[in-house]
């Protein structure tokens, strides 16, 4: 059995593949951007990773990003977030996001926190505009879903 940070880095793996083919497809001149970009960070601390001093700084600027992730603030407004309680089980972030999606609720962010206490995480879901986290809340709950508005 799979614990700890292996199995949230390799969620998507356990994913609805028909999902992401089509995240894929619809987003494909974007992905093959951040690829490229990907490429030069990985050859660059492929070749510093024996200088102690850069590789302290590729994690710090690494850490300082992913810091920023939990404010919840894009170009400088706060944005509307949902908090829906999910089962950890195979395609349980599809559903919900395949449930927003067709109903044209544009997701900003997501995150899933895991509670290794029990088999159900939370999915923090920042909503496009403030109408729609209201109509995502309605539809979410709709849906069977427990779910709560985030201020």
């Known amino acids: 059995m799979l614990h700890g940070g292996f199995k949230d880095i390799t969620r998507i793996a356990s994913s609805d593949p028909t999902m992401w083919e089509n995240i894929c497809s619809e987003n494909k001149d974007e992905i093959l951007k951040v690829l490229s970009k ?3 960070i990985i050859e660059t601390f492929e070749k510093n990773i024996t200088d102690s001093d850069k590789t302290y700084n590729f994690f710090s600027n690494a850490k300082h990003y992913r810091d920023s992730f939990a404010n919840k603030k894009i170009n ?6 949902i908090d829906i309680d999910i089962k950890d089980e195979n395609g349980a972030l599809a559903r919900v996001t395949t449930i927003l999606s067709q109903n044209d609720i544009g997701i900003k962010n997501l995150e ?7 088999n159900f995480g939370v999915l923090k879901v920042i909503i496009d505009n403030y109408d729609n986290r209201e109509k995502a809340y309605n539809i979410i709950k709709e849906n069977g879903y427990e779910v709560r508005k985030v201020d």
């Open 38 to 40: 990907l490429k030069v």
């Open 112 to 118: 899933v926190m895991n509670n290794r206490e029990n």
């Open 76 to 81: 400088g407004n706060t944005m509307p977030e």
